[in-house]
């Protein structure tokens, strides 16, 4: 199954954080089959004096939705991050990693919405993913990724 991801990082050495994520999901996920540029962004949903630098790759996987928020998770708490954002307070952090899109795959429980519900909000996400992927129709408005970019703000 081929699923695309965001990374995010503001803390410590940046770059270095998002090839040693990549690298784990290499490892740990699947093969990862495309990675976007790195973007410097400014930090969306809370105040920080730290940029953030932002990514998307695909990742061919074997792994079930579930499974796969599971890994990222444990790539997240390997590489450093201690807590997860509560309700929607967001706080610097070592590593991010979202899962945007699973195949078209809709799904929606307490532990995981695909697609991500605010990708599309969000230009931190939407530049990477549309430079790695812009074809692929999301699933929900079933639109494709290059046509929604354009329509993000932040």
């Known amino acids: 199954m081929k699923a695309y991801l965001g990374l995010g990082t503001n803390l410590g050495d940046k770059e270095a954080n998002l090839h040693a994520a ?10 990862v089959t495309s990675l ?8 969306w949903g ?6 953030f630098l932002n990514a998307a790759c695909s990742v061919d996987t074997e792994l079930t939705p579930l499974q796969l928020l599971e ?3 444990a790539i997240e708490r390997s590489l450093g991050r201690l807590k997860k954002s509560v309700n929607h307070r967001y706080a610097d952090r070592l590593i991010d990693i979202d899962l945007l899109l699973y195949e078209d795959l809709i799904w929606d429980t307490p532990q995981l919405q695909l697609p991500h519900p605010l990708m599309t909000e969000r230009r931190f996400v939407m530049d990477p ?11 929900l408005l079933k639109k494709k990724l290059k046509e929604l970019a354009g329509h993000n703000t932040k």
């Open 46 to 51: 809370f105040s920080s004096e730290n940029s």
């Open 129 to 139: 993913l549309t430079e790695i992927a812009p074809d692929v129709v999301h699933p």
């Open 22 to 31: 990549v690298k784990q999901i290499n490892e740990k996920i699947g093969e």
């Open 71 to 73: 890994e990222t998770q």
């Open 36 to 43: 976007s540029s790195f973007y410097v962004t400014a930090p």
